[in-house]
Every structure is written in structure tokens, then in C-alpha cells.
């Protein structure tokens, strides 16, 4: 799921949706009640969780203080698939 715009109302994920439908991968936009959705997350093999706050850009790995989790728990990754 991807924000489909900034508050300012600039369109910035339309690039990496277009990449991660090439990769054969299901996007979605964010529900659009909430001006934005800040959680990052992804299920991988339907066995690994990531889930965490932090952008995915390398300035934001030693400049922010956001956070990511990792696990294998499979309650956590069904759980995460569904929503």
C-alpha cells in the first residue's frame, strides 16, 4: 500500500508502484481518510515480516530515529497479509 500523495498534494510513489507492479507484486493506494499512512511494511515468502516506521532511503539508515522489526513469526506475517 502506498500513500498516493504528500499533504502537499505532490504524487511521489507512482514510480515505485510502477516498479513493484512490474515485479508482479499487488499495489494498493492507502485509505484515503487518513492524509497519511507512515507504517512501512512488507511480507516476504509469506514468512518474513518487516514492519517499522523507517523510509527505505540510505540517508534515512544514520540520520533518523525511526525503527524496523524483522521476524519469522508466521501469526505475524498471516496477520500482516490480511490487512
Keep these: 500500500m502506498l500513500n498516493p500523495?504528500?499533504?502537499?498534494?505532490?504524487i511521489q510513489n507512482n514510480g515505485s508502484g510502477s516498479v513493484?507492479?512490474?515485479s508482479?507484486?499487488?499495489?494498493?493506494?492507502t485509505k484515503p481518510a487518513f492524509?497519511?499512512?507512515h507504517e512501512k511494511s512488507m511480507v516476504i515468502d509469506d514468512r518474513m515480516t518487516r514492519i517499522g516506521s523507517l523510509?527505505?532511503?540510505?540517508?534515512?539508515f544514520e540520520k533518523t530515529r525511526d525503527h524496523a522489526v524483522?521476524?519469522?513469526?508466521?501469526?505475524e506475517a498471516s496477520e500482516l497479509s490480511t490487512v
Design 20 to 22: 513493484l507492479r512490474a
Design 70 to 75: 524483522l521476524t519469522t513469526d508466521l501469526h
Design 55 to 60: 523510509n527505505w532511503e540510505p540517508e534515512n
Design 24 to 29: 508482479g507484486l499487488e499495489v494498493l493506494d
Design 35 to 37: 492524509d497519511v499512512t
Design 5 to 10: 500523495a504528500r499533504h502537499s498534494g505532490e
